[in-house]
C-alpha cells in the first residue's frame, strides 16, 4: 500500500495520483485536513494502526509500502471562519493529528518521501548552507545575524550590496490570507534596532549577473531547468514572485554539479529535494534546497516526468527504481 498524505489542493500530487492510477497501483491519498471527518485507530499490546479513508478502513501496519509526505493539510484549514474552534483549540487539535501521522515512521520497512523528521530538520537554511559548503558548494557570502549593527557592516563588504531572506519557511500564515516573503533587495537599513532584534535574518550579498536554475531530485534523478523571462525584461531578484511570466528550459547540469546536488539531498537524509542554483562568472553557486519545493509547474511548462520519477519510485522502492 502507498500512502500519499497532503493537501486537497496540491497540484503536484494530483500528477503523482494520476500515474498511479495508470500503473494501477494500490494507494489512497490522506488529504489531512480532512482527517477531523475520517477516523483513526492505534491499539496495543498487538500493534495496529489504521485510517479510514472514504469510508474504507485501512490497516498500514500490515501493508504500508511507501509514503509520499507532501505539504499536509491542517485541520479546520479550509473550514468557514464562522465553524472553526478557538485559535488555542486549533492549535492542540493540530499537535494531536501531527503526533498521530509522526508515528506512521513507527512502522518498519517503509519508503518515506520524505521523512518528516528530516524534511523538518533539512528546512533549516544554516544546516543546507553548511552541507553545501563541505560538499564544495561555492556559496554566497552570508551572515545571519539579529543586530542591525553587523547586517551593516556586513553589507559594506558586498559590491553589488546585500539582500535579506527568511531563516526557515518563508510564510506568514493569518486568518484571511498567508503571506510569502520574497528574496529582497536591501535599499535602507533605516528601521529600529528592536526590528531587527525580533528574529535573525538571512543577508547575503546580492548576485546582479545571473541565470537561476531549479533542480529537483528524486532518489538518484536528476531534472534541471533555466529559467529564463518570457520576455525582455530581466528575471526577478526572487523568480518565484513572477512564475507565471517565466519560462523553464530543460537542462543537463555539469556533472560535478549534478553529483554535488545528489549528494547533498542524501546527506540530509532526503529522497526528494528541489535546489535552487545560480549561475554567475561561470560559476555555480547554491542558494537553498526546498525538501517540500513545488514541481507541478515545471512538470506542466518543461514537460519533464517528475511525477513519473516518483511514482515508480513509490511502487518498486529506491533501489529499483534507481537501477
Given at each position: 500500500?502507498?500512502?500519499?498524505?497532503?493537501?486537497?489542493?496540491?497540484?503536484?500530487?494530483?500528477?503523482?495520483?494520476?500515474?498511479?492510477?495508470?500503473?494501477?497501483?494500490?494507494?489512497?491519498?490522506?488529504?489531512?485536513?480532512?482527517?477531523?471527518?475520517?477516523?483513526?485507530?492505534?491499539?496495543?499490546?498487538?500493534?495496529?494502526?489504521?485510517?479510514?479513508?472514504?469510508?474504507?478502513?485501512?490497516?498500514?501496519?500490515?501493508?504500508?509500502?511507501?509514503?509520499?509526505?507532501?505539504?499536509?493539510?491542517?485541520?479546520?484549514?479550509?473550514?468557514?471562519?464562522?465553524?472553526?474552534?478557538?485559535?488555542?483549540?486549533?492549535?492542540?487539535?493540530?499537535?494531536?493529528?501531527?503526533?498521530?501521522?509522526?508515528?506512521?515512521?513507527?512502522?518498519?520497512?517503509?519508503?518515506?518521501?520524505?521523512?518528516?523528521?528530516?524534511?523538518?530538520?533539512?528546512?533549516?537554511?544554516?544546516?543546507?548552507?553548511?552541507?553545501?559548503?563541505?560538499?564544495?558548494?561555492?556559496v554566497p557570502k552570508t551572515c545571519?545575524?539579529?543586530?542591525?549593527?553587523?547586517?551593516?557592516?556586513?553589507?559594506?563588504?558586498?559590491?553589488?550590496?546585500?539582500?535579506?531572506?527568511?531563516?526557515?519557511?518563508?510564510?506568514?500564515?493569518?486568518?484571511?490570507?498567508?503571506?510569502?516573503?520574497?528574496?529582497?533587495?536591501?535599499?535602507?537599513?533605516?528601521?529600529?534596532?528592536?526590528?531587527?532584534?525580533?528574529?535573525?535574518?538571512i543577508f547575503q550579498q546580492a548576485?546582479?549577473?545571473?541565470?537561476?536554475?531549479?533542480?529537483?531530485?528524486?532518489?538518484?534523478?536528476?531534472?534541471?531547468?533555466?529559467?529564463?523571462?518570457?520576455?525582455?525584461?530581466?528575471?526577478?531578484?526572487?523568480?518565484?514572485?513572477?512564475?507565471?511570466?517565466?519560462?523553464?528550459?530543460?537542462?543537463?547540469?555539469?556533472?560535478?554539479?549534478?553529483?554535488?546536488?545528489?549528494?547533498?539531498?542524501?546527506?540530509?537524509?532526503?529522497?526528494?529535494?528541489?535546489?535552487?542554483?545560480?549561475?554567475?562568472?561561470?560559476?555555480?553557486?547554491?542558494?537553498?534546497?526546498?525538501?517540500?519545493?513545488?514541481?507541478?509547474?515545471?512538470?506542466?511548462?518543461?514537460?519533464?516526468?517528475?511525477?513519473?520519477?516518483?511514482?515508480?519510485?513509490?511502487?518498486?522502492?529506491?533501489?529499483?527504481?534507481?537501477?
Open positions: 500500500m502507498i500512502v500519499i498524505l497532503s493537501n486537497k489542493f496540491d497540484l503536484s500530487v494530483d500528477y503523482v495520483v494520476r500515474y498511479l492510477r495508470k500503473c494501477k497501483a494500490r494507494f489512497i491519498r490522506v488529504n489531512t485536513e480532512d482527517l477531523i471527518y475520517e477516523q483513526v485507530e492505534t491499539t496495543f499490546p498487538k500493534f495496529s494502526l489504521c485510517i479510514t479513508n472514504k469510508g474504507k478502513q485501512c490497516d498500514l501496519s500490515k501493508n504500508l509500502h511507501s509514503v509520499l509526505f507532501r505539504r499536509p493539510g491542517k485541520p479546520f484549514e479550509f473550514s468557514q471562519r464562522s465553524n472553526r474552534p478557538k485559535l488555542a483549540v486549533i492549535k492542540y487539535i493540530e499537535n494531536q493529528w501531527h503526533t498521530y501521522l509522526e508515528s506512521l515512521c513507527l512502522i518498519d520497512n517503509v519508503l518515506w518521501v520524505n521523512d518528516p523528521l528530516r524534511n523538518h530538520q533539512a528546512e533549516n537554511k544554516i544546516l543546507q548552507l553548511k552541507r553545501a559548503n563541505e560538499l564544495g558548494f561555492h545571519i545575524t539579529s543586530s542591525k549593527e553587523r547586517a551593516i557592516e556586513f553589507s559594506e563588504t558586498c559590491t553589488d550590496g546585500v539582500v535579506a531572506k527568511a531563516l526557515r519557511v518563508p510564510l506568514i500564515e493569518c486568518r484571511n490570507k498567508d503571506f510569502f516573503i520574497y528574496t529582497t533587495k536591501v535599499t535602507s537599513f533605516q528601521f529600529p534596532d528592536s526590528e531587527f532584534r525580533i528574529a535573525p535574518t548576485i546582479v549577473d545571473k541565470i537561476d536554475y531549479r533542480v529537483t531530485i528524486v532518489g538518484s534523478t536528476c531534472f534541471a531547468v533555466k529559467i529564463q523571462s518570457t520576455s525582455d525584461a530581466l528575471v526577478p531578484l526572487d523568480w518565484r514572485s513572477a512564475k507565471d511570466r517565466l519560462q523553464y528550459i530543460p537542462v543537463t547540469l555539469p556533472v560535478e554539479i549534478e553529483n554535488k546536488c545528489l549528494r547533498l539531498v542524501k546527506d540530509l537524509g532526503l529522497v526528494f529535494g528541489a535546489i535552487d542554483l545560480v549561475e554567475s562568472n561561470g560559476q555555480f553557486l547554491f542558494l537553498e534546497i526546498n525538501p517540500s519545493g513545488e514541481w507541478g509547474w515545471i512538470q506542466k511548462d518543461a514537460q519533464l516526468p517528475i511525477a513519473e520519477a516518483l511514482g515508480e519510485l513509490l511502487i518498486h522502492g529506491y533501489s529499483k527504481a534507481d537501477q
